[in-house]
């Protein structure tokens, strides 16, 4: 059993930065792929990066390719997604999830354990 918990959301302009966190329970933080999901209001939730187990692999959707950055800190049980260039479409809450698998998936219905959700607004 793994229970994450985001942080780091907020209200931000339009081209500022924002550092999403989510802290793991559990000792077996390491041996899971993580990843970060967002849903926008009336739309379905969406891949937005992960990130393998050692960290060494990473995924983007291309909306955000270039402007966000998924890490982990398996010392710290805690997955990290640095949000640059915001956009008034990035505005969503954010989840953060994890995969009891080695390679990360962009793909939702793998994904075994989920936060709660960090919401992230991005005015114009």
């Not at 329970?25 to 990843?35: D, L």
């Amino acid at each position: 059993q793994v229970q994450l918990v985001e942080s780091g959301g907020g209200l931000v302009q339009a081209g500022a930065s924002l550092r999403l966190s989510c802290a793991a329970s559990g000792r077996t933080f390491s041996s899971y792929a993580m990843g970060w999901f967002r849903q926008a209001p009336g739309k379905e939730r969406e891949f937005v990066a992960a990130i393998n187990w050692s960290g060494h692999g990473t995924y983007y959707a291309d909306s955000v390719k270039g402007r966000f950055t998924i890490s982990r800190d398996n010392a710290r049980n805690t997955v990290y997604l640095q949000m640059n260039s915001l956009k008034p479409e990035d505005t969503a809450v954010y989840y953060c999830a994890a995969d009891r698998a080695v390679r990360a998936s962009t793909i939702l219905s793998e994904y075994d354990y989920w936060g709660q959700g960090t919401q992230v607004t991005v005015s114009s």
